[in-house]
């Protein structure tokens, strides 16, 4: 099979919790193929413009290399959940976002999903941005 696996995360636009800083997302496998050792890491990003400057990205949260996530697999056509919990890295990106640091500003999450198609073991990745509200 030549064909890639297809990954989405979902929602994909709009996420809504019962909490700012916790929410679930799923995985939805719409390709053709299964995919295995599947790992989801997460980077929390605010983002600032000022005047006449480039954007400026400024990290927060743990910076780490293992995967915040695990699956071991995912049928084609399978959706499976997980969920997002960040309460102390949220309260961080608050205080900046409310801070008096001039120009705007916006929160962000970047998921980097990588995964391995089962027949061959091929590995394959991709990034999902979300803008917080």
């Known amino acids: 099979l030549s064909q890639e696996p297809v990954i989405r995360i979902l929602p994909e636009k709009t996420v809504i919790g019962n909490d700012?800083?916790?929410?679930?997302?799923?995985l939805k496998n719409a390709g053709l193929s299964?995919?295995?050792?599947i790992e989801i890491y997460e980077d929390?990003?605010?983002?600032?413009?000022?005047?006449?400057?480039?954007?400026?990205?400024?990290?927060?949260?743990?910076?780490?290399?293992?995967?915040?996530?695990?699956?071991?697999?995912i049928e084609k056509g399978q959706i499976k959940d997980f969920q997002i919990e960040f309460k102390e890295t949220h309260?961080?990106?608050?205080?900046?976002?409310?801070?008096?640091?001039?120009g705007?500003?916006?929160?962000?999450?970047?998921?980097?999903?990588?995964y391995k198609r089962e027949m061959d073991d091929r590995e394959f990745s991709f990034a999902k941005v979300f803008f917080m509200i």
Do not use: C, W
């Open 20 to 26: 700012v800083a916790s929410f679930r997302l799923s």
């Open 34 to 37: 299964n995919i295995i050792d």
């Open 44 to 73: 929390y990003f605010v983002a600032q413009k000022l005047p006449d400057k480039p954007i400026s990205l400024y990290r927060f949260g743990i910076f780490s290399i293992q995967p915040n996530h695990i699956i071991s697999t």
């Open 91 to 102: 309260k961080q990106m608050l205080d900046f976002f409310l801070s008096d640091a001039e």
């Open 104 to 114: 705007f500003k916006t929160k962000l999450l970047r998921l980097i999903v990588r």
